[in-house]
């Protein structure tokens, strides 16, 4: 690692810095994240135990060991762990409960998590449209997983589902707004890389609504598509939506066609590790992108060849958050499919 950098891992009431190799992702749209450690033999750990990782001193992950694996021959003795964040849980935690789920995702959450090890002890942030009551049906199917009810009612309120660093569950926006945290430039980058991909961009979104008021259509431009792709989908939601919609699909698409990625030395710039969710000024003269980016994924690595490095997701900062919609009653479909 760099001489400025630290990795610390609290387990079992222990704390552990013997490590051959370490790495640890987190994203905003993959919040489950992940994380994997080559350590020590005689640490003591074990799969279910919870993690918490420390870089320079400041918590980066809490989550949960899910795998243990030791290998040894004649000449090593490895132990190998690795895991995802406390939003893990969420994904892995069927609902049992089919009654009509609580009408506010503030109530929706607190129900929910309450039975969950670990993320039943976290905090739980709420942005203010989480309070709202439902102005349409939300249930539970069977199968369906906590993480994946709890994240269609914050689609449907123009939020998204994540978990802080310390393990606090939060529903919140992605930011689109303030002052660059950090900055990317000449000086700093080591490796650059653009993907640009059309195969999924539309340069018009056509929603065709078959509900009780009739067929209705909105459509919605990508003037920046370059090829004339037009995309057609039947919207059984409400008529007023139609517009908006459509709009949130170019959005949409567009954050998916632009990804940024970026390597750079160490953990962090000027005391502050990478952090998601932050704003990123950039300026690559060799890519020609200049301008301020969403930093959306963030990867620490370490090696002992490689010493500490640090991977970047970038992405365009959206214009208004994505609204989702709901399975059942608000249900988007491609002409055709079943």
């Not at 079992?12 to 749209?29: G, K, L, P, W």
């Not at 919040?31 to 990782?53: F, T």
């Not at 919609?325 to 479909?333: A, D, E, Q």
Request: aromatic share 8%; charged share 20%; with cysteine.
């Amino acid at each position: 690692m760099q001489a400025s950098d630290s990795v610390t891992m609290r387990v079992r009431n222990q704390e552990t810095t013997a490590f051959e190799s370490f790495e640890c992702s987190s994203s905003i749209y993959e919040p489950a994240g992940s994380w994997n450690a080559v350590l020590h033999p005689d640490v003591e750990v074990d799969y279910g135990d919870q993690v918490r990782i420390l870089i320079n001193g400041r918590t980066e992950l809490t989550g949960i060991v899910d795998v243990r694996e030791r290998t040894y021959d004649g000449a090593s003795n490895t132990k190998r762990i690795s895991g995802r964040s406390l939003i893990g849980l969420l994904q892995d935690t069927c609902i049992t409960d089919f009654k009509a789920p609580p009408s506010t995702l503030t109530a929706a959450a607190k129900k929910y998590l309450a039975s969950i090890p670990y993320v039943n002890r976290c905090a739980i942030e709420f942005a203010d449209e989480a309070s709202d009551a439902n102005t349409h049906h939300h249930a539970a199917d069977v199968g369906d997983t906590v993480f994946r009810l709890l994240s269609e009612y914050a689609l449907n309120r123009g939020l998204i589902l994540w978990a802080k660093p310390d393990g606090t569950i939060v529903f919140g926006k992605v930011i689109r707004q303030g002052k660059p945290a950090f900055q990317l430039n000449a000086s700093n980058i080591l490796r650059g890389r653009e993907m640009r991909d059309c195969k999924g961009l539309h340069n018009s979104i056509m929603l065709v609504s078959d509900g009780k008021d009739g067929h209705q259509k909105a459509t919605a431009t990508n003037t920046t598509a370059p090829l004339e792709k037009p995309f057609v989908a039947c919207y059984n939601g409400f008529k007023s939506d139609l517009e908006g919609q459509a709009g949130n699909y170019i959005r949409q698409e567009k954050m998916q066609s632009l990804q940024l990625e970026y390597v750079v030395r160490g953990f962090s710039q000027n005391g502050a590790n990478w952090a998601v969710n932050t704003l990123v000024r950039t300026q690559d003269d060799i890519l020609g992108y200049t301008g301020t980016y969403v930093l959306n994924r963030r990867s620490f690595s370490f090696s002992r060849t490689t010493g500490s490095l640090t991977t970047l997701a970038l992405g365009p900062i959206l214009e208004d958050p994505f609204v989702g919609y709901h399975k059942h009653s608000r249900h988007i479909r491609a002409r055709g499919a079943l």
